[in-house]
């Protein structure tokens, strides 16, 4: 097939190199600020003006037919308002606090003009203008350069990256750059320890290996610092301090304000970017809910969710998506397995009634038809399990529950099982630098009475392209202690080092 890559060549034709920089520059989040200095009405730091464009889904890539000219770049995407710095509440209280919020920026601002600058904080800014300067230098020489030599243990090559040239140097240059100071302050288990199996298995790994002595991404100089880490647990505070009767939500906000006031009172650091440059991490549903109590955290502060959903004002501008992982026991051997090489079911799912979207697929295809098994849980008489049944399936469904995320995206991936993604308002993973098209099929509800045509026009030849490429990513997803270059853990900080180069602290 002329119109599916070899997997394996890195280099590009020149129509192919400007197909991807054209689609590189709309498309990667940290771009944005390099072609856009254009500030907010926060005059402590600037964001990009709009969030990248997401492209539906489409199977062009996988046509025989040549590639066409490139044509001119599309119209500027339209803002979605869940996703504007301050955006508009219909909720009085909400709205109340937003104005309250741009008040005192405002306040903050004026106080801070004329004041002495911050020699660290003017240093921090100078290197992370030179790290910019040089991922926009890696976007021109994209076109015709191999990876870089110094890399040569892995390179990122090939169609499931938006530009791996240019992932290649901003990863680089985090390795070589950035520092994270993790607060020291609170006690175990609410505070420096989470959960590191079942499905929030990812906020207790994530905590345990920056925390690691191993870690060189760690500082214990909180001058030298580009990120500080507030290391609460949303999963333990309700763990631990939630009452199931009196179900009072507002633990969260006494525990995590208190904790935001301590090293707000103790050290100058949040107050000197009012928690621009600070980050959370939370893989329970309940995550963005937490931030609502401390609102600097809220609006300003990264925010680090397995529950990226725009509709609840997730902001891809400057919060992070990072994929959920089920660990039923926290065993991280043999999370990847071949399966069979000659798949006989053609899509699979197996899951509760969680929300509309699996409603809509059980409506359709539940013990309807003999190549789309969909069932509410494996039968017990079945000769296969779970993780089997993914196996000897060509594509696996991983639709959205109650919340956007679903760990069943990177169990499929794990199973070298192409990823049928159901969702909505659902940022993935590490999509600054991964494009989802290339490795997954991606549906709407309305979509999914037609998945059976739909993959029958995918064909046999371009399933196959799919789940090479899969097997490609799964490097990504791999939980590793210790962590190896470009798995989940250090792609998850490459995605906070973005949203660092996002900003501009200006002192």
């Known amino acids: 097939m002329r119109g599916v890559v070899v997997e394996g ?23 944005a600020l390099l072609t856009d200095t254009s500030t907010t009405n926060l005059s402590l730091f600037s964001l990009p003006s709009l969030p990248w464009a997401w492209n539906p889904s489409s199977f062009s890539f996988l046509s025989s037919a ?22 508009t509440f219909t909720n009085p209280k909400k709205q109340k606090a937003v104005e309250k919020l741009v008040k005192d920026l405002d306040e903050e601002t004026m106080m801070r003009r004329g004041n002495e600058r911050d020699k660290n904080m003017v240093k921090i800014e100078a290197d992370l203008a030179t790290a910019r300067a040089l991922i926009k230098d890696a976007i021109f020489k994209s076109r015709d350069s191999p990876p870089l030599a110094q890399d040569a243990d892995y390179f990122p090559c090939g169609q499931i990256y938006r530009n791996s040239y240019v992932f290649q140097r901003s990863y680089m240059l985090m390795e070589k750059m950035m520092k994270i100071y993790v607060y020291e302050e609170g006690e175990p288990p609410l ?34 610092a580009h990120l500080y880490f507030l290391p609460f647990s949303v999963v333990m505070i309700l763990q631990h301090l939630f009452d199931p009767v009196e179900r009072d939500k507002a633990v969260l906000g006494r525990v995590i304000g208190d904790y935001i006031a301590t ?18 991490l939370s893989c329970h549903d309940w995550g963005p809910r937490a931030t609502w109590y401390v609102h600097h955290l809220y609006f300003t502060s ?10 609840e004002f997730f902001n891809p501008r400057k ?15 043999g999370l990847t397995t071949p399966g069979s090489p000659n798949r006989t079911i053609l899509a699979f799912f197996a899951g509760r009634l969680h929300g509309k979207i699996r409603k809509s697929i059980f409506e359709h295809w539940k013990e309807k038809d003999k190549d789309i098994i969909v069932w509410e849980e494996v039968p017990k008489e079945s000769k296969f399990s779970y993780k089997e049944m993914m196996g000897r399936s060509k594509y696996c469904i991983c639709p959205s529950g109650f919340e956007v995320a679903s760990p069943r995206i990177v169990e499929a991936i794990y199973a070298e099982c192409v990823p049928i993604l ?62 190896k270059r470009y798995d989940v853990f250090n792609m998850m900080l490459h995605s906070l080092w973005l949203r660092r180069l996002n900003l501009r602290i200006n002192m």
């Open 9 to 31: 060549l890195c280099r590009v034709t020149k129509s192919q190199s400007i197909q991807i920089l054209t689609f590189t520059t709309l498309a990667i989040g940290f771009l």
């Open 66 to 87: 040549p590639s066409p000219p490139p044509s001119p770049p599309p119209p500027p995407p339209t803002t979605n308002p869940n996703m504007d710095l301050y955006p």
């Open 191 to 224: 505070f420096h320890y989470g959960p590191t199996k079942n499905i929030y298995s990812t906020e207790g790994i994530f905590i345990g290996l920056i925390e690691s002595n191993t870690s060189h991404f760690r500082t214990h100089d909180p001058n030298q």
């Open 263 to 280: 090293v707000s009172a103790k050290y100058p650091y949040w107050n000197r970017s009012l928690g621009a440059d600070h980050f959370m």
């Open 302 to 311: 990264i925010r680090a969710l397995c529950n990226a959903n725009t509709s």
């Open 319 to 333: 919060d992070v998506s990072f994929p959920e992982i089920n660990l039923p026991v926290g065993d991280i051997s």
């Open 422 to 483: 159901v969702s909505e308002n659902y940022v993935l993973p590490f999509s600054d630098v991964l494009d989802w098209d290339k490795f997954s099929i991606q549906v709407t509800v309305a979509e999914l009475p037609e998945l059976k045509r739909i993959l029958a026009a995918v064909g046999d030849d371009g399933y196959m392209v799919l789940r090479r490429r899969v097997k490609k990513v799964q490097h990504h997803f791999v939980v590793n202690d210790p962590p």
